[in-house]
């Protein structure tokens, strides 16, 4: 049967086929045989979800960031004899979690076959710029934009020269002027071809334009007696290289450090069943424990009873009293930052009963209540085993600033993020919060307060935003002269 070309069709179906088969990895014309088959089969799938284009919206496209935990990769092999090199590159690339979609240039197709990367790539194979089955929905476009980043290996002299003056006579070409992703290539030739002046000042060309290279390496070549730089990376390296870019380093800028933080409510027990307690769940100090797990740090959470799992990498120790707390955070000690972000109860029962309290016609029985331990005080008040940034949480219902301003200096602490946790805020227990960081100019004890308000976030990003800032604080004080 000869190719099947379908032509005006209505928006509302193109974009169901755009849609669809962006969803099942196919192009366009591969999905409508698809369809077909299904409809000869009585098996149909309804347009309904797809049926009207989407509502046009102002907000930019989503972007493939590449640091993901999948990614996927446009491998152009070009024609040389290193190209039986990219066949152990796409397993290399899939052993990383990293989906490979191969094109195939005409000179590449002298030394592998298409077969054998769709094998080992799983995907479909892609060789000729002008193929109906591809080209049905312009997908020299999808395969320049449909994934994270673009590796040429082998990058022969060839295509490197037509990258450098902006060529695009076939498919490989076309797709790596069409792309707006990152280009990685691995050049690979004779070295007489790898030193000559054009190659230099494509390369020079390509570099200043963004591209990144890996290798050629030195070595003997394929043609007999010929060595020199212009061996292809190994398929390791190269791998390697693509994952550096996808996925890069994130930024540990508390590593080496160790960070005490305390989370949730405090339970002060009245008798076996009943206790004291508050609102809060916890949820901000164990994102704080997150983020400064994340920065590299090695911490230390104390939590009171909370309904939360865990924090990967974090050593928690869990706590019920506000005595108990404060027995936990002292042995944490020494500690290189601590943030008190717990709800620690100000009062328990004097008294503690044995047994459950009962109703009696005498009335309610006295709970006479006393002062607990104030953490944060006694903390930021130690002459020994202070650590050199102690941060508070001021928890409150009026005046937030200024009550937050008068437990800066009544603690001693060195800042404190204050918030405002009156009912109608949800904060307690809530997922988002809007927080008010208190501290003295420049770090000075008699320095003047300033107040730093932030917007609404999520607890997530209150906690990010906190650690980045502890985080510059740690660096700046670490970059100061000694006296």
């Known amino acids: 049967m000869a190719s099947l070309t379908i032509r005006k069709l209505d928006e509302s179906v193109k974009t ?139 990058a022969t002299a060839d295509l490197m020269a037509k990258m450098a003056n902006g060529h695009a006579d076939d498919l490989a070409s076309a797709i790596l002027l069409a792309t707006n992703r990152k280009i990685l290539l691995a050049p690979a030739m004779n070295p007489l071809m790898w030193n000559n002046a054009a190659t230099r000042r494509n390369v020079a060309q390509l570099q200043r334009d963004g591209v990144v290279l890996i290798g050629p390496n030195s070595g003997e070549m394929a043609e007999a007696g010929e060595a020199g730089v212009g061996r292809m990376s190994e398929a390791v390296e190269i791998a390697n290289a693509a994952e550096r870019l996808l996925r890069p380093p994130v930024p540990r800028p508390l590593a080496g450090k160790r960070v005490l933080i305390t989370a949730g409510p405090t339970h002060e027990p009245i008798d076996p069943v009943r206790f004291i307690a508050n609102r809060s769940s916890g949820k901000q100090g164990f994102a704080i424990a997150a983020a400064a797990q994340a920065a590299g740090a090695e911490v230390i959470l104390v939590s009171g009873p909370v309904d939360l799992a865990d924090p990967a990498g974090v050593t928690v120790r869990h706590v019920e009293s506000a005595r108990q707390m404060l027995e936990q955070v002292q042995a944490a000690l020494p500690a290189d930052i601590a943030i008190f972000a717990a709800a620690v109860a100000d009062w328990r029962v004097a008294n503690e009963g044995e047994q459950k309290l009962k109703k009696t016609s005498a009335g309610m029985p006295p709970l006479q209540l006393v002062e607990n331990p104030d953490i944060l005080a006694t903390i930021s008040k130690l002459t020994d085993k202070r650590p050199p940034l102690v941060i508070g949480f001021a928890a409150e219902t009026e005046h937030l600033i200024d009550n937050a301003k008068s437990k800066l200096a009544r603690k001693g602490c060195d800042w404190i993020v204050a918030n405002d946790v009156s009912p109608a805020t949800g904060v307690m227990g809530g997922d988002r919060n809007t927080v008010h960081l208190i501290s003295r100019q420049n770090g000075a004890k008699d320095g003047e307060i300033e107040v730093d308000s932030w917007p609404v976030m999520t607890k997530e990003q209150v906690a990010i935003e906190l650690v980045a800032r502890v985080a510059t604080r740690v660096t700046d004080t670490s970059r100061e002269p000694s006296s």
């Open 16 to 154: 169901y086929l755009r849609l669809r088969s962006a969803r099942n990895r196919r192009s366009v014309e591969e999905e409508v045989r698809v369809i077909l088959g299904e409809l000869i089969e009585g098996r149909e799938e309804p347009l309904t979800p797809f049926a009207a284009p989407p509502a046009t919206s102002t907000a930019p496209t989503p972007q493939r960031t590449g640091a993901v935990s999948e990614a996927s990769i446009t491998l152009i092999i070009g024609g040389g004899i290193a190209a039986y090199k990219s066949l152990d590159l796409i397993r290399r690339l899939k052993e990383r979690r990293i989906e490979v979609r191969c094109v195939l240039t005409k000179a590449a197709q002298q030394f592998v076959t298409p077969l054998a990367a769709s094998a080992l790539s799983h995907e479909r194979v892609y060789t000729d710029l002008f193929d109906p089955q591809s080209e049905f929905d312009a997908g020299h476009i999808r395969l320049a934009r449909e994934c994270d980043m673009i590796v040429v290996a082998p």
